[in-house]
């Protein structure tokens, strides 16, 4: 197997981000309250009201469009390589065998440029490809877990030679590589 590599991505730890969602919400709550509030004071037919919801409206209707356009936020930083070969692994300068680990699995759930289905809301749609993962149990008895991007939707089936050799090794059962990369791609025990 050739080696490769993959960016790793540490997330942040903060829970709150200001996001296109959270932008329009505000803005209709405020104007909402606003309205309700000085109902007596601006007149329903005011010029001022009449501007300020075609306002409100443009810029919600200027992000619901540029979502299908714009990456989501990283929220976190690519920092580092993981290289995979057929029988190891690289984070950083720490090599981890096959062999020598308990337990490995994946997680891969996005590739870089993929389309959010969810078209309901004013968020970025294009995915930034870092919501995937690998978590083991290293031969201290740690349990890591390590966050990367994949470029591309079949990224997982170029680690064939990998998880075989996790299979091989039994730190993977043969059901959840089938799972991973399908039943073509794995060589039964």
């Known amino acids: 197997m050739d080696r490769l590599s993959f960016d790793v991505f540490e997330p942040d730890k903060k829970w709150l981000h200001l996001t ?12 909402i309250f606003f309205l309700w509030a000085f109902d007596s004071v601006l007149p329903p037919n005011s010029t001022g009201r009449i501007v300020w919801l075609i306002l409100v409206g443009l810029i919600s209707f200027y992000y619901l469009i540029t979502s ?4 989501r936020p990283l929220n976190g930083e690519i920092n580092g390589k993981i290289i995979f ?6 984070i950083g300068n720490k090599v981890f065998d096959v062999k020598d680990i308990t337990s490995v699995d994946f997680g891969f ?3 870089y440029g993929k389309m959010s289905s969810n078209g309901r809301d ?3 749609k294009l995915s930034q490809g870092v919501n995937n993962y690998i978590s083991f149990t290293d031969d201290k008895n740690q349990p890591q877990k390590f966050h990367f991007r994949m470029m591309t939707k079949n990224s997982p089936i170029t680690l064939h030679p ?5 299979v091989k090794w039994k730190v993977m059962s043969y059901d959840r590589a089938i799972d991973l990369i399908g039943i073509e791609n794995v060589i039964k025990p």
Not at 85 to 90: A, G, I, K, L, V
């Open 20 to 31: 296109p969602n959270g932008i329009v919400f505000i803005l209709w709550g405020v104007t």
């Open 68 to 71: 299908f356009f714009k990456y």
């Open 85 to 90: 070969q057929s029988e190891s692994f690289t």
């Open 109 to 111: 759930a996005d590739f």
């Open 122 to 124: 004013f968020s970025p």
């Open 162 to 166: 990998f998880i075989n050799e996790a």
